[in-house]
């Protein structure tokens, strides 16, 4: 889990390794994902890939989906603590630490996350011109 203000790389150090031909990431936005969730109900996605969640905490939580609220980020992250083996296929980067990430998902959800991450906090001026 890649954590800092805005402006500091995270984004733009994933996209710089995501062709790896050993091991390629899939990079996705919670925007996208947010999105996705809003016309379908869900989103799936893969187990065999590394994926990349981009911008955790920029999305709407919870996802409204026909005026139903979907906790999706909270049910994929209970999903993948049951499933431990899948903890090194995900990379997560935020603006967000620990206390906002509670506010947003709850304390379950970042109980689990510390577990299940090693955290690598960036700080720093804004790279962006």
């Known amino acids: 889990m890649i ?3 805005s402006g500091l790389g995270k984004t733009e150090t994933l996209k710089a390794i995501k062709d790896n031909p050993l091991k390629p990431l899939r990079m996705v936005s919670m ?3 947010a999105a996705h969730v809003r ?3 869900s989103c799936d996605l893969p187990l065999d890939r590394i994926i990349v969640l981009d911008d955790l905490g ?4 919870p996802i409204k989906y026909f005026g139903t609220d979907i906790r999706w ?3 994929f992250i209970e999903e993948r603590y049951i499933m431990q083996e899948t903890f090194t296929n995900l990379i997560i980067t ?3 630490g620990g206390e906002q990430i509670q506010e947003l998902y709850g ?3 970042r109980s689990r996350l510390r577990e299940m991450f090693n955290v690598i906090e960036l700080t720093g001026k804004d ?3």
Do not use: M
């Open 107 to 109: 304390y379950r959800v």
């Open 39 to 41: 016309e379908t109900g």
């Open 94 to 96: 935020t603006n967000y």
């Open 73 to 75: 980020f909270s049910d």
């Open 127 to 129: 790279l962006r011109k």
């Open 3 to 5: 954590i800092g203000e």
């Open 58 to 61: 920029c999305e709407p939580v």
């Open 31 to 33: 925007i996208e994902v």
